[in-house]
């Protein structure tokens, strides 16, 4: 049974930095491509960040490119979202997926099960 827990989420001030991480039990880590999605107060859920499980596939919504970094310790089963340069429209809940498309843009949705419960991003001007 896989586990997926965000942790890390807080308030900011907009320019400030956070870091998200997500340990997942119950998988291969190894083998798991990794990604991080999320969701403001009244949108869909957005396309954030991905990685492959070798790391040599990394990608990025538009909007967070420059500022935010994906990585990955899988001797800790984790994943980590590094934001920096936060501004109050990356205000949200962030999401950690196994298995998430790649691609920014794939209409693929991994099941719930994959899904972490959230963790939430406030950014203050």
């Known amino acids: 049974q896989v586990q997926v827990a965000e942790s890390g989420g807080g308030l900011v001030q907009a320019g400030g930095s956070l870091r998200l991480s997500c340990e997942v039990s119950?998988?291969?880590?190894?083998?798991?491509?990794m990604g991080w999605y999320r969701q403001a107060p009244g949108k869909k859920r957005e396309f954030v960040a991905a990685?492959?499980?070798?790391?040599?596939?990394?990608n990025y919504h538009g909007n967070v490119k420059g500022r935010f970094t994906i990585s990955r310790d899988n001797a800790k089963n984790t994943v980590y979202l590094q934001m920096n340069n936060l501004k109050p429209e990356d205000k949200a809940v962030y999401f950690c997926?196994?298995?998430?498309?790649?691609?920014?843009?794939?209409?693929?949705?991994?099941?719930?099960?994959?899904w972490g419960q959230g963790t939430a991003v406030t950014v203050s001007s």
């Open positions: 990685m492959s499980w070798s790391g040599s596939i990394i």
């Open positions: 119950g998988r291969t880590f190894n083998r798991d491509d």
């Open positions: 997926v196994v298995d998430p498309p790649l691609a920014p843009n794939s209409t693929y949705v991994p099941s719930a099960e994959l």
